[in-house]
Structures are given as structure tokens and as C-alpha cells.
């Protein structure tokens, strides 16, 4: 494989919605998505009216990456090689020694699927990313409130915790104004909504001019997407796009057969019946990208079009897009910009107030480096019986490593870049650090801890 990546020797570049192309003020919307659960679980499922009030620095508990022992009421932060490297019982943290009495010093016994990406069973849940995680705050708080009135051992709240997540998140709930999230979005949109920036727009419109075919594929149903890429891309966001693609229902549209999950068309946000084949671009619902990428053929005259697609989710977006169908895959990983020091290396001769918006996007955001939780890229792992401690990376980290083509902070990162700029990618010949643009996570150069690491 070439040790460089560049989008100008792309045919096709896809986009995911929710934090790729749309970015949340997050700690608005964390606050959101956990009242939408905490309110449903007290008021319909008669859960503690605790849940209800949240201590402003709570949200520093949510990290992504983490696996909820569904079972055991614990959450963990696993290395790559898959043993436990943090653990918290409800919102509390796990001693050293607690951990190792729980799940000793080897790989967690569901290590191999969740490393199969097979991120929701009823033992365990992956949370991945920003839609999810508020809600990991709360299930940690139902379990210290069972453990207080109930003194439980084994935990039966997460049917409670789908029913929430369903209640507020399904297709009919936009239409029908159901839960507390979709309606307080409709109704306060910019106190949400981060609006596209120019430089983006700018970029999306060069990406289409240079002949290239633009793809958008979200999970979120027609309604909703319309609202976002109306208030973040203006009212001819879909001038931007050949193709758009709403309830993707992903990581299924990239795993599913044309059987599985064809393609429908849509009348007026309503999901029609189901088509044989992708003839012609346009706005579609559900399908599969072997039809996808059978149309995207046609289009370019190739036999082969590359592709490369861009998400925020490792489990939705990125894995499946690398692993089903081996298109290239830009992760949006916003903890970049959290990494305290790094400055993209332009910003030196930009003006004031452009180099001061990632300072700001650091304070506005509640948790990128988490104090309980540490870095999302690497941890140590204390010695047994007086070793020395390792430093070793986070399952998280390794993915990123494995299935990215290159890692950045958000779009506005390489918008100004020529078409033609050149990434150095992930691959086993580079070294670990080097897809990331426009620099490397702190934590994992090596002038911090080399000397630890011997």
C-alpha cells in the first residue's frame, strides 16, 4: 500500500451528518440527550427523580471508548490487547486491586467481540460517540442509585435505558414531536447547531468542481437531516450532494445485502416501497453499498471508483466502510482539538481570531480528557509485584490505527489544504503516529514518555 493519501486521486468522497459535517456545541447538547433518557426512565419507568439533577462537572465521566459490563454494572476502559486499564463500578472508580480481583490481569472475556466490532449485545455496550454517551453518565448513575436502595448484584435496567433511547431517537419521533430531544432541537436549533463554516462550503464545492461525485449517508431519518443541513449548510444544501442517503441504518448499510436492506425512494418523508436497483442519483432511504457503489460505477465509467468517506464513529462509519468495502476512511475525532498544545501547525500566521477558535472550541467542550477516565489514546498499567508501570495504548487507539486512513480534529482541519495535498496514512510502515493531520494526540509522542516506556 502507498504511504500517501491524497483526495485528488479520489472518484467519490462521502460524508456521515451527525459530527462530521453538522458539529454540536456539545455541552449543550450532552446536557440534552441525558435529560431525553433521565426524563423517560423517571417519569415512565419510575427510576429515582435523582437522576433528574446533574453537578455541573458530572459530564467529565463521559469518555469515548468505554464498554458497560451490562451485567456487572461496571465500566471499562480497555488496552489493546484487551485487558482492563480503568474500571468504575456505577460513577465510582475501581481500585488497582479491585480490577484485578474482577477481571485479573487477561484479555475481557467479550474482548472478541467487541473487537469484532459487534458493539451491542446484552452483555456489553460500546459507546462510541457523542449521540451515545450521555447516556453511559446515566446508566452509571442508575446503578449507584439500585446499589443504594436495592444493594443489587446483578443489574435489569438496560431494557429500561433501550426503551429510552428508542423513545427518543425513532423514525416517527421528529414528525410526531415524541420525547424531549427532536422537539427541543426543532425549537432552539443554533443552540445545538454549529453553523458549517465557510472554509467548508468553500471545500465541498472545490471537492464538486474538481468532478467529483459527493455522497451524503446518515443514520438520521429524512426530517431531521433536512433540519440540520438547513441550519449548519443553508437551504441549497442539496446542490452540495449527487447522492443522498437517509436511515442508512449504519453499520447494516455496509454489511447488508441488497435483500437484506434495499433502497427505497421517498414522498414526503415517508419511506416507499423497496427498489430493485440504483439507477440515478438522487435522495433515497435504507439501502446497501453494493447497489451503492454499482450506480457509482456507472457514474464515473469505472470499473474500480475510489472512494473514501468520512465519519465520526469507529463502529458505525469507519469500520464497516474499511472492513465491507475497503473505501478509504477519514475519522472525525474532535479529541484532537482537546488535546491540550496541540495547534494545527498553520495556525502560526493566521490571524487572531481565527487561531483563537481552537482555543475556544477546547473550553466549550466538557470532556475531552476526562479526569477519571484519562486519555482516550494511551494509559499506564501499573506493574505486578513491583514492576515498573507500562505505558501501553487503549483498544480505541489501536483501532484508529487500524481502520482510518487518516485521523483529524474536523473538516475545517484540512478545508484550506489543495485537493492534491498529500497524507501520510496509517499503515504498518509508518509509524503509529502518523495519520494523524495536523499533528499527533499529545499523549502518544514520544518525548513524554519514551523514558517510561523502557
Known amino acids: 500500500m502507498q504511504q ?14 451527525d459530527h462530521t459535517l453538522c458539529r454540536y456545541h456539545l455541552p449543550q447538547s450532552a446536557r440534552l440527550i441525558y435529560d431525553s433518557f433521565a426524563q423517560y426512565l423517571v417519569t415512565e419507568k419510575g427510576y429515582d427523580e435523582d437522576l433528574l439533577t446533574l453537578a455541573p462537572d458530572s459530564l467529565d465521566f463521559c469518555c469515548k471508548g468505554l464498554v458497560l459490563d451490562i451485567e456487572e454494572g461496571n465500566f471499562l476502559k480497555l488496552a489493546e490487547d484487551g485487558t ?45 460517540n457523542y449521540f451515545d454517551l450521555p447516556g453511559a453518565l446515566l446508566c452509571a448513575r442508575v446503578v449507584d442509585s439500585l446499589d443504594q436502595h436495592d444493594g443489587q448484584k446483578k443489574y435489569d435496567f438496560w431494557k429500561d435505558m ?14 410526531e414531536d415524541c420525547g424531549m430531544y427532536f422537539p427541543e432541537v426543532k425549537n432552539h436549533p443554533d443552540k445545538y447547531l454549529q453553523r458549517c463554516p465557510e472554509s467548508v462550503k468553500k471545500w465541498l464545492k472545490q471537492l464538486k468542481n474538481a468532478g467529483k461525485i459527493l455522497l451524503l449517508i446518515t443514520s438520521s431519518h429524512s426530517d431531521y437531516c433536512r433540519l440540520l443541513c438547513e441550519h449548519v449548510l443553508g437551504s ?3 446542490e452540495y450532494f449527487d ?40 435522495w433515497y432511504s435504507q439501502g446497501n453499498a453494493i447497489q451503492l457503489y454499482d450506480l457509482l460505477k456507472k457514474m464515473t465509467g469505472k470499473l474500480d471508483p475510489k472512494v473514501v468517506y468520512f465519519g465520526d464513529s469507529m463502529h458505525s462509519d469507519i469500520f464497516p466502510a474499511r472492513h465491507y468495502s475497503n473505501w478509504e476512511t477519514v475519522f472525525i475525532l474532535e479529541e484532537l482539538l482537546g488535546d491540550k498544545g496541540i ?8 490571524p487572531l481570531e481565527k487561531k483563537g477558535k481552537y482555543e475556544r472550541d477546547q473550553l466549550k467542550v466538557p470532556y475531552f480528557v476526562s ?3 484519562g486519555s482516550f489514546f494511551m494509559d ?16 480505541s487507539c489501536k483501532c484508529i490505527s487500524t481502520y482510518s486512513t487518516i485521523a483529524i480534529p474536523s473538516l475545517e482541519a484540512i478545508a484550506d489544504l489543495p485537493l492534491d495535498y498529500r497524507f501520510t496514512r496509517f499503515s504498518s510502515n509508518n509509524s503509529a503516529t502518523a495519520g494523524y493531520y495536523p499533528s499527533p494526540p499529545r499523549a502518544l509522542l514520544p518525548s513524554e514518555d519514551s523514558a517510561m516506556m523502557k
Open 343 to 350: 495547534v494545527p501547525a498553520k495556525a502560526e500566521s493566521e
Open 236 to 238: 441549497d444544501f442539496e
Open 162 to 175: 433501550v426503551a429510552a433511547i428508542q423513545h427518543n431517537y425513532k423514525i416517527s419521533a421528529f414528525k
Open 243 to 282: 447522492i443522498l442517503i437517509t436511515n442508512a441504518l449504519k453499520p447494516g448499510f455496509f454489511s447488508h445485502t441488497p435483500n437484506q436492506r434495499p433502497f427505497r425512494t421517498l414522498e414526503n418523508d415517508e419511506e416507499q416501497e423497496a427498489l430493485l436497483s440504483l439507477d440515478k442519483p438522487g
Open 371 to 373: 479526569k477519571q477516565w
Open 84 to 128: 482492563v486499564l480503568r474500571a468504575s463500578h456505577g460513577t465510582k472508580s475501581m481500585t488497582f486491586e479491585e480490577i484485578l480481583e474482577i477481571y485479573g490481569r487477561k484479555e475481557w472475556k467479550h474482548f472478541n467481540t467487541v473487537s469484532g466490532m459487534v458493539s451491542r449485545t446484552a452483555k456489553y455496550y460500546l459507546y462510541d
Open 380 to 395: 499506564r498499567l501499573p506493574g505486578l509485584e513491583n514492576a515498573e508501570e507500562t505505558l501501553v495504548h487503549t483498544w
Open 4 to 17: 500517501h493519501f491524497s483526495l485528488a486521486e479520489c472518484d467519490v468522497v462521502g460524508f456521515d451528518l
